[in-house]
């Protein structure tokens, strides 16, 4: 690296030592060449005539008075300006540049020009020259007037986002918006401190029956007839009835307990039950074997609500519509078209509905009534209405019967009439209450045993209840409700894993009616041939 740095200095130094000798080559150059001119400028002056400086020194600019020679005139400098133009000024130490690029002092020049005629005189302008470099740019000037606007521009590229601006201040108070639906109960708040022990309760009631299918046997060959009996007394005269009245005179008496006994012994209880089973033999296509694909009737923007129709009418096109689970009007829409089109009017409720399990029934609407055990019964056409309390029933706070459609009472109508199916607030296990239409009582109570946490929805058709698994996806529980036991039915439902808020089975068509994630939904329904 050394010896590198050591070459690099001599080629230095040895550039340099050029330049030195080239630049005194050229001083000696042009100083060979100014005493050539200098000796030619004395020829031409010794030669000139001796009144030349009589006519030029007009030319040179006026002399000081009392100015003894024409030489201390040239080399006295002017200090009027205005007296200056047009005159030529030459100083001593001032050189003009020849065409040949030699330096020459002005005075020598203007000393030629003096003492020659017609040397000087300005010839025909040339051609003019190439433009020289750009100056160095000069300072801001100020500002001047302002021109008249021009015309608008279009309108520019939206620019980016500037940055959030201070709050401005608080306006004014709107005008009061419309009253809400009442959300969803809160959760429940932190538990207390524990009580005192209290006393031995009562020794508790028999255990729930096993849930597990029991298949009935075959029917075994008929006995022998028996001995005859003596002959009774006869009877009073009575008046012949209709076997549909017979048949319904078979389930008209009312109960008040939680469930309903049926007396084991040999009597009109027991022949009842035989006539019921030997018409459950016969009706084997009431039992469902599948559900069919659906058909969307419309699309609504809530995630809750029911839609219903007359199952007693099948002239009666009206579509009725509760919006979300708590309310207290619902819509009536004069058939599918008006339902399209959104054509509907308003009828207000007594009160406010709670859930998504109601149903119209010969122009009535079913519904609990939000915060209460209590069933309402409303009159469509007189707006008149009836209740019914339910003993018993978890009706309030998170415990739903079916928490995936945040429902406490579901009603439901099939070909066996008015049933209310909801949860025991004893055993939380679903119970299915038996509804006289005419008189809105409670004909009989009906324990499934199963309990209402593996439940997520559920509908009740040719009078057996059937119930989803919690995703509402499949029908898992099965129970028939004339007979008070299971039965074995299980089917897929649907495949869609949208929120299910109403489940109902439909008379009017015997399909099943949907609220899936604010789409209405029909499903047909195939039953066992």
């Known amino acids: 690296m050394q010896g590198d740095g050591g070459r690099a200095l001599r080629c230095g130094l040895a550039a340099v030592g050029l330049l030195s000798a080239l630049s005194a080559a050229g001083t000696l150059f042009l100083l060979g060449q100014w005493r050539e001119l200098s000796a030619a400028l004395r ?13 030029l020194r007009p030319l040179l600019g006026p002399t000081a008075p009392g100015a003894a020679t024409p030489g201390a005139a ?70 001047g007037i302002p021109g008249i606007p021009g015309p608008k521009g279009e309108p520019g590229v939206n620019g ?38 209290g006393s031995r309760g009562a020794k508790g009631d028999k255990g729930d029956a096993n849930n597990d299918v029991i298949s009935d046997g ?5 006995g022998p007839p028996g001995p005859p009996g003596p002959q009774g007394p006869p009877g009073p005269p009575g008046k012949r009835k209709a076997k549909s009245q017979v048949q319904e005179n078979m389930y008209s008496s009312k109960c008040t307990g939680e469930t309903c006994a049926i007396p084991n012994d040999d009597t009109l209880v027991e022949k009842a039950h035989e006539k019921t089973n030997g018409y459950h033999q016969k009706k084997a296509e009431c039992i469902i074997k599948s559900i ?4 969307e009737m419309g699309k609504i923007q809530q995630t809750f609500g029911t839609w219903m129709r007359e199952p007693a009418n099948r002239s009666d096109e009206r579509i009725w519509l509760t919006m979300h689970f708590s309310g207290n009007f619902i819509k009536e829409y004069e058939n599918a078209n008006a339902l399209l089109n959104d054509s509907y009017r308003i ?62 009472f579901n009603v439901a109508v ?28 409670v004909v009989q109570h009906i324990n499934t045993t199963y309990p209402k946490s593996k439940a997520g929805n ?34 897929d439902l649907r495949s869609a894993q949208s929120v299910l808020a109403m489940l109902s089975y439909s008379l009017r068509d015997r399909d099943l009616y949907t609220w899936e994630n604010g789409y209405l939904m029909q499903y047909p329904v195939h039953f066992d041939s």
């Open 74 to 143: 040239r080399h006295k400098r002017s200090h009027r300006g205005a007296g200056a133009r047009g005159h030529v000024r030459a100083e001593n130490d001032e050189l003009l540049m020849m065409m040949t690029y030699s330096m020459v002092p002005v005075r020598v020049m203007v000393d030629l020009c003096n003492s020659t005629k017609g040397i000087c005189l300005t010839g025909p302008p040339g051609s003019p020259g190439p433009p020289g470099l750009d100056g160095l740019p000069g300072y801001n000037g100020s500002d």
């Open 414 to 441: 099939d070909e066996k009439g008015l049933w209310i199916i909801y949860a025991s607030s004893i055993d939380e296990n679903i119970i299915v209450a038996h509804i006289d239409e005419e008189t809105f009582s």
């Open 458 to 491: 559920a509908f009740i058709a040719c009078g057996a209840l059937y119930v989803t698994d919690t995703k509402d996806m499949r029908v898992t529980f099965a129970f028939d409700l004339l007979r008070e036991k299971q039965i074995d039915a299980s089917f």
């Open 218 to 222: 075959a029917k075994g060959e008929p």
């Open 292 to 295: 069919g694909s659906p058909t």
């Open 160 to 197: 980016r986002r500037g940055k959030i601006g201070l709050p401005g201040p608080k306006g004014d108070p709107g005008e009061k918006g419309e009253k809400g639906d009442p959300g969803e109960l809160g959760s429940p708040g932190k538990d207390g401190m524990p009580g005192g022990k």
């Open 43 to 55: 020829e031409l002056e010794a030669a000139r005539p001796q009144g030349a400086d009589s006519i």
């Open 347 to 408: 009828i207000n409720l007594p009160g406010i509905f709670y859930g998504c399990g109601h149903v119209i029934y010969n122009n009535c609407l079913y519904y609990q009534k939000g915060g209460t055990s209590i069933i309402v019964k409303f009159e469509l056409n007189t707006a008149s209405f009836r209740t019914l309390t339910i003993g018993n029933a978890l009706h309030d706070g998170r415990h739903y019967l079916f928490s995936n459609s945040k429902t406490y």
